[in-house]
């Protein structure tokens, strides 16, 4: 592995790059092949798993913003008691 | 298939119409297969006129088709792409002349000639490209002579209906909606959609292959999207995505990155399990996401300006940009746990977690904030301006964004 700082993780412009050249490939619908093996069945691998949540809403975030938003909130709340 | 000539060809067209066999006849005319190029090797430098002898030797008019591959296939071998064009067109209207007399067993030829056509207009819009002339004309031309197909199968009254034409109105408009995306001429589909309206006698979509059904779909999901009926928009590409063949990766690819943030407005996020099958799709929306649960604007902001070039393009910079609401909704959500969930919150409160997620406004402007949200139903509650505090219910407080009846209605 190279040693460079930058080699290591892709910078968030490169990554940037994939994904703008990736979408442009798929530019448009595909014809479906001929053999194409359909069944009446709906797709297992999309009604087995879970696949969008409606009930995002938590009250327990441990991420840096929600940290950092709760100290400030109890400043300021302390400062208008 | 072993070494044939001019006259075995017509032989084996002859049989195949003998036997009705589509997917036979689609394969004699396929410009890409070995019976094309044993062809080309016979003769050197075919014309119509170096055929004349052949001309009545099979019935019409499939003497003239059979001229007109070889045409087709002389051009391809020597990299005439807007020459091959041509001849296919020829060789398309010709076949039309037949397939507008019977019943829809050609169909499997007529799909393929179609798709041999569009792709020929792409190569030979290509070459025109190159040498510097209008770059869309041959795609045009190639969606009018395919329009011409959909109105020889929806016009079938007289075939059984097992084998009616009608059963290849729906692949047909998929080729044809395809070809406008390519030109970027989408206002003509309108046409089609109509066209399909005004003929209630065509067979319900359902009953259609589901390979045609989905195709279909997609593109009305489109076009709903793009004239911003993003109700209808959501239903097609839902039935899309679910229909789609496990298998087409790219095309579920294709559907999930206009259903997403469509499902992102209505409050239903993708799951992790979701994106992680879509890498690229992951790259894109996982950002957002992330900024909407958390309701860090800094972060969506970021976002959608690190994004906007690609956003443009795909027509969905202006839906991220509604989902914008969400994140200011997850911030105020954020401030009220905070407060351990009181009834009554000082919108200074309001304004010191808007300062946090990067937007630094003043209190006048957050106090507006405040009331928008509560306006539009994200928040329940009300503000007392004089005492500068938010009264808020003290049940569903903050409605669940996936339970709200109309979520596209305010967009």
Same mark, same amino acid.
């Given at each position: 592995?190279?040693?460079?700082?930058?080699?290591?993780?892709?910078?968030?412009?490169?990554?940037?790059?994939?994904?703008?050249?990736?979408?442009?490939?798929?530019?448009?619908?595909?014809?479906?092949?001929?053999?194409?093996?359909?069944?009446?069945?709906?797709?297992?691998?999309?009604?087995?798993?879970?696949?969008?949540?409606?009930?995002?809403?938590?009250?327990?975030?441990?991420?840096?913003?929600?940290?950092?938003?709760?100290?400030?909130?109890?400043?300021?709340?302390?400062?208008?008691? | 298939?072993?070494?044939?000539?001019?006259?075995?060809?017509?032989?084996?067209?002859?049989?195949?119409?003998?036997?009705?066999?589509?997917?036979?006849?689609?394969?004699?005319?396929?410009?890409?297969?070995?019976?094309?190029?044993?062809?080309?090797?016979?003769?050197?430098?075919?014309?119509?006129?170096?055929?004349?002898?052949?001309?009545?030797?099979?019935?019409?008019?499939?003497?003239?088709?059979?001229?007109?591959?070889?045409?087709?296939?002389?051009?391809?071998?020597?990299?005439?792409?807007?020459?091959?064009?041509?001849?296919?067109?020829?060789?398309?209207?010709?076949?039309?002349?037949?397939?507008?007399?019977?019943?829809?067993?050609?169909?499997?030829?007529?799909?393929?000639? #179609? =798709?041999? $056509? &569009?792709?020929?207009?792409?190569?030979? +819009? /290509?070459?025109? *490209?190159?040498?510097?002339?209008? !770059?869309?004309?041959?795609?045009?031309?190639?969606?009018?002579?395919?329009?011409?197909?959909?109105?020889?199968?929806?016009?079938?009254?007289?075939?059984?209906?097992?084998?009616?034409?009608?059963?290849?109105?729906?692949?047909?408009?998929?080729?044809?909606?395809?070809?406008?995306?390519?030109?970027?001429?989408?206002?003509?589909?309108?046409?089609?959609?109509?066209?399909?309206?005004?003929?209630?006698?065509?067979?319900?979509?359902?009953?259609?292959?589901?390979?045609?059904?989905?195709?279909?779909?997609?593109?009305?999901?489109?076009?709903?999207?793009?004239?911003?009926?993003?109700?209808?928009?959501?239903?097609?590409?839902?039935?899309?995505?679910?229909?789609?063949?496990?298998?087409?990766?790219?095309?579920?690819?294709?559907?999930?990155?206009?259903?997403?943030? #469509? =499902?992102? $407005? &209505?409050?239903?996020?993708?799951?992790? +399990? /979701?994106?992680? *099958?879509?890498?690229?799709?992951? !790259?894109?929306?996982?950002?957002?996401?992330?900024?909407?649960?958390?309701?860090?604007?800094?972060?969506?902001?970021?976002?959608?300006?690190?994004?906007?070039?690609?956003?443009?393009?795909?027509?969905?910079?202006?839906?991220?940009?509604?989902?914008?609401?969400?994140?200011?909704?997850?911030?105020?959500?954020?401030?009220?746990?905070?407060?351990?969930?009181?009834?009554?919150?000082?919108?200074?409160?309001?304004?010191?977690?808007?300062?946090?997620?990067?937007?630094?406004?003043?209190?006048?402007?957050?106090?507006?904030?405040?009331?928008?949200?509560?306006?539009?139903?994200?928040?329940?509650?009300?503000?007392?301006?004089?005492?500068?505090?938010?009264?808020?219910?003290?049940?569903?407080?903050?409605?669940?964004?996936?339970?709200?009846?109309?979520?596209?209605?305010?967009?």
């Amino acid at each position: 592995m190279s040693s460079q700082p930058g080699a290591q993780q892709p910078t968030v412009e490169e990554s940037e790059k994939k994904v703008i050249k990736t979408l442009e490939e798929d530019d448009e619908f595909e014809d479906f092949p001929e053999d194409t093996k359909w069944t009446n069945e709906s797709n297992p691998q999309l009604s087995s798993a879970n696949l969008w949540e409606e009930d995002w809403d938590d009250d327990d975030n441990q991420d840096d913003f929600s940290k950092k938003l709760r100290d400030e909130l109890k400043k300021s709340q302390k400062l208008s008691n | 298939m072993p070494q044939i000539n001019f006259s075995q060809f017509l032989l084996l067209i002859a049989d195949a119409l003998r036997t009705e066999d589509g997917p036979k006849l689609a394969g004699l005319l396929k410009p890409v297969e070995e019976h094309g190029k044993m062809l080309v090797k016979e003769f050197r430098n075919p014309t119509k006129h170096s055929f004349s002898a052949y001309e009545g030797s099979m019935e019409s008019p499939w003497d003239e088709i059979a001229i007109q591959y070889v045409l087709v296939v002389n051009h391809c071998a020597k990299r005439r792409a807007s020459e091959a064009f041509k001849e296919e067109c020829q060789l398309v209207s010709l076949f039309f002349r037949y397939f507008s007399q019977h019943s829809g067993w050609t169909l499997p030829a007529l799909f393929s000639i #179609l =798709r041999d $056509l &569009r792709d020929l207009a792409f190569d030979a +819009d /290509l070459e025109a *490209r190159q040498k510097g002339q209008t !770059d869309t004309a041959n795609m045009e031309e190639a969606a009018r002579l395919i329009s011409k197909a959909f109105s020889n199968c929806i016009t079938d009254r007289s075939s059984p209906y097992a084998e009616s034409r009608r059963w290849g109105v729906y692949y047909v408009v998929g080729l044809i909606l395809k070809s406008y995306f390519r030109v970027k001429r989408i206002s003509l589909s309108k046409n089609i959609l109509r066209a399909i309206d005004a003929n209630p006698d065509i067979p319900p979509l359902s009953s259609y292959p589901k390979s045609h059904q989905v195709t279909y779909r997609y593109y009305l999901g489109m076009l709903s999207f793009l004239s911003e009926d993003f109700v209808k928009a959501e239903q097609e590409f839902t039935l899309a995505f679910y229909g789609c063949h496990v298998g087409a990766h790219r095309n579920q690819l294709r559907i999930l990155t206009y259903l997403i943030p #469509l =499902r992102i $407005l &209505r409050g239903h996020l993708p799951s992790k +399990d /979701l994106l992680d *099958r879509f890498p690229v799709l992951d !790259d894109l929306y996982a950002p957002f996401i992330s900024a909407i649960r958390k309701g860090d604007i800094r972060e969506y902001d970021e976002t959608l300006d690190r994004q906007e070039r690609r956003l443009v393009e795909l027509n969905l910079w202006l839906t991220l940009e509604k989902a914008r609401e969400l994140c200011i909704r997850g911030l105020f959500r954020r401030v009220w746990v905070s407060s351990d969930k009181s009834t009554r919150i000082p919108v200074s409160m309001f304004h010191t977690g808007l300062q946090v997620a990067g937007s630094d406004v003043p209190m006048e402007e957050a106090e507006c904030l405040v009331a928008n949200m509560i306006y539009r139903g994200y928040m329940r509650g009300y503000i007392s301006h004089e005492k500068q505090m938010v009264v808020l219910a003290n049940t569903n407080t903050f409605p669940r964004l996936a339970d709200r009846s109309n979520p596209f209605a305010q967009l």
